[in-house]
């Protein structure tokens, strides 16, 4: 499979999660939004690691050449899932204090 | 045009359309089901491109534990009807305007990039998914990554702990 | 190689430093010690080095570091001590010590830090005095004479809460500066033709022959005009008469016997130029004879005790810079040694005078102060018949020298002269009686306080009247059977001196003319004043004298409101609507465009976010291959 065909996808789904965090307001959607755009460039490191194996293992099929890239994406995803759960904690606490999760209270660096 | 192929397109097409579904419903619930759809589609494209191991995690991480925490905390705030305010329209058209300019100007790049255009990536093929070669590298060459990702674990974990706590 | 040369500025340079810096810290007696100490040291040192010079000829140049060296021009930090040097050496380390001893009682009620800054500039002023007649070129001379220039400024203004004594020392400091120039050109114009401005190198016949007769005359004249702005010459001589502003004592020292002197010292030090230059020679004489008579008549209508001093001590000046003129140098520096006694003598009895009287200086509000004051009357009248060149005081022997040098040159000048030494005679004592004889005329309590002064002021008086007295017997003409010393003693520097040509019987004649004139002048006005003295307003010829001949008026009109008007048209419209319309515009252009650019600080993290994206997208656009981009873009549109 050509590799800007998947260069192309992740693009797509990169720039929808872009948008949805410039023109959405609620704080939990535009979380859910940093959330697709990780998982665009998640898609993009596996496909790209295929793409530095694929010589490699025409060669020998017992290389491991391009793992890294699959490594990255494991250590994406733990990274996501901690940034979740603060995340998270934070606009549960955020709610508790203003009672909306409207991202435009969220205005202090005014100040 | 093979099954790789037709597997390949509807996957795709799949992830875009939930992608976009996600910021088309007014619904926070919604939202978060078509992006567990995203997830899956996702998944289905690691499976393609033979990365197992990756699809189990994204599948049980993703979908599985962030997803629920997310509507878990939706349910819990009791936001699951339509009340976000609307948005100014001027800010929601330049949001869409730059986006969208930012879309083209990427695919403009990816498009004019010379050596990127003979590249392709394995699929089917290959065994650097395996969770067996993975594992191997993983505790071997990224021992301590490994490691400091708990640490990273624990601290946001006190963290959230910390947040979350009335004061 | 002589050890003890630099020592002689070190010691007042020490106490500059020491009262300067712990002036708060110090007592007042101990700061009068270490001011009045570190003078006798250098006193001491200078008469060790004179006698030296006066037995073995001058000391060797002695070079203490490299002032200025670039590429082969090389100006040495050197010091100098000849025959000359030495003469003003002693005259201004002795008076200053003097002066010095004078001050601790004349400034007693000054607070004790105002009176550590008068000793500290003081001794800074002796040790640039120093310098000037010690440096070994044109160089260090003009360091010094920068630096008496500084000091002037500072002690004019010494009580600088009183704004008009302000205006006065900056008066002084602008007019020095103006002559200062001409030195710095004629320094300049030296280096130039001859490459060296060491007074060896300079005035011999190798260098002398690189410069041509125009060079030499615009040299003189330059330097000429540097002399006539510190030695107070027409028409650079309003100045003197304001810088009495300052403390007495300071009028004593720098105001009559030494910084004014300084032009002198300079011209008889370049005497081998100037007697190649007739018509600097002749310039220098005919101003130096203006300016006697000038202030000699506006001396005759002052009423400030202080006024009619000053303008005296200008209108001598003027008779140094005739002698000069005329050639004979050696009566100029005599001149000057007698002129530096008599008229400090003058000057601490006048401070004496307004000490007494609790700083009055009206001499109409005065009179009868001899039965007060026996100690200051008696000095005071000892210097006013010395500086009425009455035999045989010291004022007669040098002034008549200068005299007789003017009668060869031209009988003009020397009529000239004769008349200004009456005028002198005359103004002298109508301050003497005026001042000492007939009755008190202050207030009451004025009178009860009237007092001889302590003895750390009367003893430099004795000593100094005794100088006044004997001074002259170093200069004794050979028409009167002396030897004069000086004249043999300087011969060696002063080498251009012409000696005048006159038979003893002519010179009898000259001596009786002006003696006599004199005499006549002193009795008339002895007689006048002592009964009734001069009290109201002057009327007629008099207020134009009283009014110094509407000069400083002059000047007002001619020079300083023009520049005046000038400064307030930059001030007013070059400054206000160009060059601070151009800088607020500026700064408004600014504040209006910070104004719109904080609406862009909104604190909503969406528009940061928006902003980025859009930089991105211009990041790539700018720094991305275009042509690809455009193409694409044309491809989808």
């Known amino acids: ?111 | 045009m093979g099954v790789t192929s037709i597997l390949f397109w509807s996957l795709s097409a799949l992830a875009l359309i939930s992608a976009i579904m996600v910021l088309a419903t007014k619904n926070p619930v919604h939202s978060v089901l078509w992006l567990i759809v995203v997830f899956f589609a996702i998944s289905g494209h690691y499976i393609l491109l033979n990365a197992q191991f990756l699809a189990i995690v994204n599948l049980i991480v993703y979908a599985g534990a962030i997803m629920v925490l997310f509507l878990f905390v939706i349910m819990l705030m009791n936001l699951n009807t339509a009340t976000e305010p609307k948005k100014n329209l001027w800010m929601k058209l330049a949001g869409i305007i730059s986006g969208g300019s930012l879309f083209l100007i990427l695919i403009s790049v990816v498009r004019s990039s010379v050596d990127m255009s003979q590249k392709s990536a394995l699929v089917k093929d290959g065994n650097i998914g395996l969770i067996d070669t993975l594992g191997k590298v993983l505790f071997n060459e990224y021992t301590i990554p490994f490691e400091i990702s708990s640490i990273l674990f624990l601290s946001a974990m006190v963290g959230a702990v910390v947040i979350g706590k009335k004061n | 190689m002589n050890n003890l040369v630099y020592l002689i500025p070190l010691f007042p340079l020490a106490g500059f430093l020491i009262n300067g810096l712990f002036r708060k810290s110090l007592n007042k007696p101990l700061i009068g010690i270490i001011g009045s100490g570190a003078i006798l040291a250098s006193f001491v040192v200078s008469l060790v080095l004179f006698f030296q010079v006066k037995s073995n000829g001058a000391l060797p140049v002695e070079a203490l570091f490299s002032f200025i060296n670039v590429h082969d021009f090389k100006i040495d930090f050197a010091f100098q001590v000849d025959q000359l040097s030495s003469i003003f050496l002693l005259i201004i380390t002795g008076i200053g010590f003097l002066i010095h001893v004078y001050s601790t009682s004349y400034m007693h009620d000054e607070p004790t830090e105002h009176f550590g800054r008068y000793f500290a500039y003081l001794n800074l002023f002796v040790f640039s005095m120093l310098l000037l007649v010690m440096g070994a070129n044109f160089v260090i001379m003009f360091i010094g004479w920068e630096g008496v220039g500084l000091c002037s400024y500072l002690l004019i203004g010494f009580w600088f809460k009183n704004n008009n004594y302000n205006y006065a020392a900056k008066k002084a400091f602008v007019m020095n500066r103006i002559g200062d120039l001409g030195f710095l050109l004629a320094v300049f114009w030296l280096l130039a033709k001859v490459g060296t401005v060491n007074y060896h190198d300079v005035f011999t016949a190798e260098s002398l022959a690189k410069l041509t007769p125009t060079d030499i005359t615009a040299i003189t004249l330059l330097l000429f005009v540097g002399a006539a702005g510190k030695s107070a010459q027409i028409p650079l001589y309003t100045w003197l008469p304001d810088a009495m502003a300052g403390p007495t004592p300071v009028s004593a020292l720098i105001h009559a016997a030494t910084m004014v002197t300084a032009g002198i010292y300079m011209i008889a030090r370049s005497n081998v130029l100037y007697s190649l230059a007739h018509v600097t020679q002749n310039v220098i004489a005919i101003i130096g004879i203006a300016t006697a008579l000038l202030a000699a008549t506006i001396a005759l209508k002052q009423n400030d005790i202080k006024k009619v001093l000053a303008y005296s001590t200008v209108s001598q000046l003027g008779y140094m810079f005739l002698g000069l003129g005329v050639g004979a140098y050696t009566g100029a520096v005599f001149h000057v040694m007698t002129h530096a006694f008599f008229k400090a003598l003058l000057f601490l009895g006048a401070g004496s005078v307004i000490h007494a009287a609790g700083g009055e200086q009206d001499i109409r509000k005065m009179g009868g102060l001899k039965k007060y004051m026996p100690y200051t009357h008696l000095t005071f009248l000892v210097g006013c018949i010395a500086i009425a060149g009455m035999p045989p005081f010291s004022g007669f022997f040098s002034k008549d020298e200068i005299l007789a040098a003017a009668y060869a040159r031209s009988p003009i000048l020397w009529g000239l002269g004769v008349l200004g030494a009456a005028m002198t005679a005359f103004y002298m004592f109508r301050l003497y009686a005026t001042t000492f004889l007939g009755s008190f005329r202050g207030t009451h309590d004025q009178e009860h306080h009237l007092h001889e002064s302590p003895a750390a002021m009367t003893i430099p008086l004795v000593v100094l009247a005794f100088l006044s007295v004997i001074g002259g017997a170093v200069g004794v003409p050979e028409a009167l059977h002396g030897h004069h010393e000086l004249h043999h003693f300087l011969s060696p520097v002063l080498t251009t001196e012409v000696a005048p040509e006159l038979g003893h019987s002519t010179e009898y004649g000259l001596m009786a003319v002006s003696v006599v004139l004199a005499l006549a002048a002193l009795l008339f006005a002895l007689n006048k004043f002592s009964k009734k003295p001069e009290l109201g307003e002057p009327t007629g010829f008099g207020k134009v004298l009283a009014n110094k001949w509407y000069i400083d008026e002059l000047y007002d009109a001619v020079i300083v409101n023009p520049l005046l008007k000038f400064a307030d048209f930059l001030k007013n419209v070059v400054e206000k609507s160009g060059i601070d319309g151009i800088v607020n515009g500026v700064g408004r252009f600014v504040q209006y465009l910070s104004r719109q650019l904080r609406l862009l600080q909104s604190g909503q993290v969406g528009n940061y976010i928006l902003f980025m994206v859009l930089s991105i997208v211009v990041l790539f656009l700018v720094f991305w291959n275009q042509a690809i981009i455009l193409q694409f873009l044309q491809k989808v549109f």
Do not use: W
């Open chain 1, 1 to 111: 499979m050509p590799i800007q065909y998947y260069i192309a996808l992740s693009v797509c789904l990169f720039c929808i999660g872009i948008v949805g965090v410039l023109t959405r307001r609620n704080v939990i959607i535009i979380f859910m939004c940093i959330e697709l755009m990780l998982n665009s460039v998640n898609l993009l490191l596996v496909a790209f690691s295929k793409m530095y194996n694929a010589p490699a293992f025409a060669a020998n099929p017992a290389s491991t050449v391009g793992i890294d890239g699959q490594l990255f994406v494991f250590f994406i995803m733990v990274v996501a899932a901690a940034e979740v759960s603060v995340g998270l904690a934070i606009i549960v606490m955020m709610y508790r204090n203003t009672h909306s999760i409207d991202v435009n209270f969220l205005n202090r660096l005014k100040n």
